[in-house]
């Protein structure tokens, strides 16, 4: 796999406004936390360069937002799970992270650090 920095600083970029570092609660299969990265978008193509500048994650829609019983445009999800992965994803993104970014990433990884 090559990385490309330029796709990384822009990846890094995108998540620090968009995106989110999360320690997930799991459920009977997988009981614990997870580590997770998660952003959604009403254009795909966005999360399709996410994906590709990472080389992992998955994108899951449309899906149908409603609020108030009103319908809003579908949108779609990127999630990258898994501590190996978040670390990973994270360690190639870290030297162009903003620090709050950095922060929420940190945490996130020693919340769910087996």
């Known amino acids: 796999m090559t990385l490309n920095t330029h796709e990384l600083?822009?990846?890094?970029?995108?998540?620090?406004?968009?995106?989110?570092?999360?320690a997930a609660?799991?459920?009977?299969r997988y009981p614990g936390l997870y580590a997770r990265i998660l952003v959604n978008q009403v254009d795909r193509r966005v999360l399709?360069?996410?994906?590709?500048?990472l080389g992992m994650g998955t994108?899951?829609?449309?899906?149908?937002a409603r609020n108030n019983g009103i319908s809003k445009?579908?949108?779609?999800?990127?999630r990258l799970c898994g501590f190996?992965?978040?670390?990973?994803?994270t360690?190639?993104?870290?030297k162009f992270l903003s620090p709050i970014k950095q922060a929420q990433a940190r945490k996130t990884l020693l919340a769910v650090k087996k």
Not at 91 to 94: K, N, Q, S
């Open 9 to 22: 600083a822009w990846s890094a970029g995108f998540l620090d406004g968009e995106g989110s570092w999360i």
């Open 25 to 28: 609660k799991g459920d009977k």
């Open 48 to 53: 399709d360069r996410l994906q590709a500048a």
């Open 59 to 64: 994108i899951g829609g449309p899906y149908t």
């Open 73 to 78: 445009q579908p949108f779609f999800v990127y």
């Open 84 to 89: 190996e992965k978040v670390q990973a994803a």
């Open 91 to 94: 360690a190639m993104l870290w």
